[in-house]
C-alpha cells in the first residue's frame, strides 16, 4: 500500500488526467473555530475518480490527518487510504475491496521515525545506526461489503460520492450501510445512515451571498441507540457547502471558505 504524502499537494500523482473541483472548509465546534480541511476532487487516468483531503484541528487534540479515497466511473468505492498524526503516533489505515468484501489493515507507528524516513527521501532512516521499529498492526480482518455499502470518513467531503450514489429526489429518503473510520484508532465501525433530500433553498454563504442550496438531513443508527441527526448543504454539483451536526449538547460543522468548480465529473 502506497503511503498518503502530504507533500503532494493533493494532485501531483501521475494518475491524475484533471482537477474537478477543490476548496478549503473552515472546522469549528461549539461554534468556535477547531481547523481547516482542504480538498479536492479529481479524475483518474484511465477512468474513475479520487477524492483527497487533508485535515488540520486543534480539536479534541491537535492532529493532522490526510485521506485518500478512488473510485471507478460510476463512484463506487475502490479504496480508501487514510493517514492520522497526533500526540507522537502515526496511524495508516487501508480499506480496500477484495473478493469477499473490504479488507482492512491499520498500522502504527512513532511519528519521529515515520517523519524522519520522508525527510531523508531514500526511504531510509537518515542515522543507519539506529533501526526504526517497523510499524505495528493494530487491526487486520475482512469485513462483509456490498453493493449497498459505503466507506465513510469524517470529512464533510465523504457526502458529495454518497449523494452521487444515493437514488434521492426532492422529498424521498434512501438508506445505507456505511463501513465508517473512526478516530482517532481508524478502525472499522458498521452504521446505518439514512439521507434525506428536505427541500430547496437560498442561503448565505462565504463563497456566494444568495446561494440556491439543496438541504439534506442524515440521520445515523447503531447498536447503541443514538440517532445523531446532521443538517448538510450542498450547491447544484453535489459539493457540501456548510455543515450543522449536534451530538449531545455540543454542536459541530464547517463551511466552505474557498471553492472552485471546473467540472468534468
Known amino acids: 500500500m502506497e503511503d498518503i504524502d502530504p507533500a503532494d499537494a493533493l494532485d501531483n500523482s501521475d494518475r491524475i488526467a484533471r482537477r474537478i473541483a477543490h476548496g478549503v472548509y473552515r472546522i469549528v465546534h461549539n461554534r468556535k473555530e477547531v481547523g481547516e480541511e482542504l480538498w479536492g ?109 459505503y466507506f465513510d470518513f469524517g470529512s464533510t467531503l465523504m457526502n458529495f460520492v454518497h449523494l452521487k450514489r444515493l437514488p434521492l429526489r426532492l422529498g424521498t429518503k434512501a438508506q445505507m450501510r456505511a463501513l465508517v473510520v473512526t478516530q482517532p484508532s481508524l478502525e472499522p465501525l458498521t452504521l446505518s445512515q439514512v439521507y434525506a433530500y428536505v427541500r430547496n433553498e437560498v442561503i448565505t454563504t462565504t463563497v456566494q451571498p444568495a446561494l440556491h442550496a439543496c438541504r439534506y438531513t442524515i440521520e445515523e443508527h447503531s447498536e447503541s441507540g443514538n440517532t445523531p441527526t446532521t443538517t448538510l448543504w450542498t450547491d447544484e454539483h453535489g459539493v457540501a457547502i456548510r455543515l450543522e451536526a449536534a451530538v449531545g449538547r455540543d454542536t459541530h460543522g464547517c463551511e466552505l471558505v474557498s471553492y472552485a468548480w471546473q467540472g468534468g465529473n
Open 41 to 149: 476532487i479529481f479524475g483518474l487516468r484511465g477512468g474513475g475518480y479520487r477524492l483527497m483531503t487533508e485535515i488540520d484541528l486543534k480539536w479534541p487534540v491537535p492532529n493532522q490527518q490526510r485521506a485518500q479515497l478512488d473510485l471507478d466511473t460510476d463512484w463506487r468505492e475502490r479504496k480508501l487510504s487514510v493517514q492520522l498524526d497526533s500526540q507522537g503516533k502515526r496511524r495508516n489505515a487501508y480499506y480496500q475491496l477484495v473478493a469477499g468484501g473490504a479488507e482492512v489493515d491499520v498500522f502504527e507507528e512513532p511519528l519521529r521515525y515515520a517523519e524522519a524516513i520522508k525527510a531523508n527521501g531514500s526511504g531510509e532512516a537518515p542515522f543507519q545506526a539506529i533501526t526504526p521499529p517497523k510499524p505495528k498492526r493494530m487491526f487486520g480482518d475482512t469485513l462483509p461489503f456490498d453493493e449497498t455499502t
